[in-house]
């Protein structure tokens, strides 16, 4: 049985509609990648899940139970983190995470909420006003605060927004050892494909409110068509060079002194080799995956891609 | 219910606004108390009017604690909705504001639940308000200057209350005031669900009470019957009635006597549909907003 089941759901907002009658559902166990442009309806679908936007129509079933019937119940089960982990700043972290725990109907020891504390790097810290507190921290937080009355459904929105690289790696550890050693269920949104595509293990590509394409992503990833952007010094020549190669078929776009290929994952290396025996200047070589090719063509930015699909 | 109210109390008092109030108030006792100890009979001479040319008045037993609470409650219980304002407007929309709202409202627990701890929590705010207002008008009042009968100007006639008979009037004055003040509370409550800071609700709560207050003492005979009777503002005041006793054939207040006790019951009524008009549109509009902030 699904832990989240989403039928037909939507959102007007006046004359908009944020969210058009979405479908989709979530497993047991899951990391539920929610992946969408900015706008595309992912933050409103949350906040539908978490009852803080009331949906125009449709139906969402939480652990095998209607979530306008039985809120509360569900509710004390899901821990959350939306967008910011924005906090009180007055209190201090042990305050906060205390404060939080009594409204999730637990009541925590001290030794609990500092052991809580110390899980997420906060030990030392506890005495300290939020409002002290770096970007990081405060997500760390945010995400102490979520887990505290032990939940059985995480959701997070945007965790890693305002996260230096060390906060993104930091998030995207604690998600899979939330989802590997912990055994809860995820849902994580993002707009950031390589985020997603790291940690979950299905996803759904939402835009302009609408599904778009929900699956594993292994189905949604297509190593065949990978997409290779080559810099080189001399485009001119280098184009002239590749043509009358066995490349010339995997070259599609020519933009300034990049060089797009499509071509199978495993081919790269020998693309690379035959380059250099081309005598091709390569400044640099980077892959993207077929994913992040079909996210930006199934999305509003296709048009931004079409150019570099045509 | 019980743990919400305790956590809004906790988000109240460790939130530095909250103290303003209370300094403010303090300030300006404290102004009042120190032009009193050294200008009092001034202040006595304009209020007793042209009676001092055919009385002799015993300046120095009317300047007493009873007495300089009296004038204070006059000068402040008008300004005091703007400090409860700063507390009661913040509530919601200062949660929008920090971005809290979003994670209080996904809680297990019921909007209408949240809604009656944050009011409860106010008019807790409130009352703490008014006893520390008590405590430094009239207990300090009454350390300065001792204590005595009360002189209570009553249009162009004065009453005297006997010191014996003041301190339950002044109970019942500061739990009417505290009263009237949580339709303040509750007016900026309700305003408060509607915005995302807490500017908007705390200014439009100061400038609903000033345009109402300015009705409520307009002497327009029109207004009297139509308007003024409706405004809560109007009703706000009636702690005064609590100082104004009967009195016998001879002119003596009588002790232990409201002269119009039917006026203040009918203003405390009012006041409190106000109060469940407010507190209740408040909760509704709450129960149904989408929480975007």
Redesign the interface.
């Known amino acids: 049985m699904s832990l989240v089941t989403v039928s037909h759901l939507s959102k007007k907002f006046r004359s908009h509609n944020a969210v058009d009658d979405l479908s989709f559902s979530v497993e047991e166990g899951d990391v539920y990648g929610f992946l969408g442009q900015n706008g595309a309806g992912k933050s409103t679908t949350i906040r539908m899940l978490l009852t803080l936007v009331r949906p125009t129509s449709g139906h969402i079933d939480i652990f095998g139970l209607n979530l306008n019937k039985e809120r509360k119940k569900i509710l004390s089960q899901i821990g959350a983190v939306i967008e910011k982990p924005d906090l009180y700043k007055y209190l201090s972290a042990y305050e906060n995470l205390s404060l939080f725990a009594r409204m999730s109907g637990f009541i925590n020891s001290k030794k609990e909420l500092n052991a809580q504390l110390e899980m997420v790097g906060l030990a030392g810290r506890e005495t300290d006003l939020v409002k002290t507190f770096s970007q990081g921290m405060k997500q760390r937080l945010g995400i102490a605060v979520a887990l505290i009355h032990n939940p059985r459904l995480i959701i997070l929105d945007e965790p890693t927004n305002g996260l230096d690289p060390q906060g993104i790696a930091d998030m995207r550890n604690l998600i899979l050892h939330l989802s590997r050693h912990l055994h809860k269920t995820v849902i994580v949104s993002s707009h950031l494909l390589n985020e997603i595509e790291q940690i979950s293990n299905r996803m759904l590509i939402i835009d302009e409110g609408k599904k778009i394409v929900e699956g594993t992503v292994e189905s949604l990833t297509d190593p065949a068509r990978t997409l290779v952007e080559v810099t080189v010094d001399n485009p001119i020549a280098a184009t002239s060079r590749i043509e009358s190669s066995s490349w010339f078929c995997y070259l599609i776009k020519t933009e300034n002194n990049h060089l797009i290929f499509q071509l199978p994952k495993h081919l790269i290396p020998e693309l690379n080799r035959s380059l250099v025996q081309l005598e091709i200047n390569v400044l640099s070589l980077q892959a993207k995956n077929s994913l992040e090719a079909q996210f930006l063509s199934l999305t509003r930015s296709k048009q931004n891609v079409a150019a570099f699909t045509d | 219910m019980w743990?919400?109210l305790?956590?809004e109390l906790?988000?109240i008092f460790?939130?530095?606004r909250t103290y303003i109030s209370f300094g403010a108030i303090a300030a300006m006792v404290i102004i009042i108390q120190i032009a009193l100890k050294f200008d009092g009979q001034s202040y006595i001479e304009f209020l007793t009017g042209s009676l001092k040319d055919s009385l002799e008045i015993p300046y120095t037993n009317i300047l007493n604690g009873y007495f300089v609470c009296f004038i204070i409650l006059n000068l402040l219980l008008i300004h005091i909705p703007l400090l409860i304002a700063l507390v009661a407007g913040d509530s919601i929309a200062g949660e929008a504001n920090?971005?809290?709202l979003?994670?209080?409202?996904?809680?297990?627990?019921?909007r209408t639940g949240l809604m009656l701890a944050k009011f409860m929590a106010t008019i807790i705010y409130t009352a703490l308000l008014l006893i520390w207002l008590a405590f430094i008008s009239l207990l300090i009042s009454i350390l300065i200057f001792g204590t005595n009968d009360i002189l209570i100007a009553r249009n162009d006639a004065l009453e005297i209350i006997q010191r014996n008979d003041v301190l339950w009037r002044y109970m019942a004055a500061f739990a009417f005031a505290t009263l009237a003040l949580t339709t303040v509370a509750a007016l900026a409550f309700l305003l408060s669900v509607f915005a995302d800071n807490s500017v908007g609700p705390i200014v439009s709560t100061i400038s609903i009470v000033i345009v109402f207050t300015i009705l409520s003492e307009m002497q327009i005979p029109l207004y009297d019957r139509t308007i003024k009777p409706f405004l809560f503002t109007s009703h706000m005041l009636a702690w005064k009635g609590f100082f104004y006793s009967k009195v016998d054939s001879g002119g003596s207040s009588l002790p232990g006597t409201i002269e119009n006790i039917r006026a203040i019951g009918k203003s405390s009524l009012i006041l409190v549909l106000y109060i469940i008009g407010f507190v209740s549109a408040a909760i509704y509009a709450f129960n149904?907003k989408?929480?975007?902030s």
Do not use: E, F, H, Y
């Open positions: 743990q919400l305790q956590i906790l988000k460790r939130k530095p920090m971005g809290t979003r994670l209080i409202a996904s809680k297990p627990v019921s149904k989408d929480i975007l």
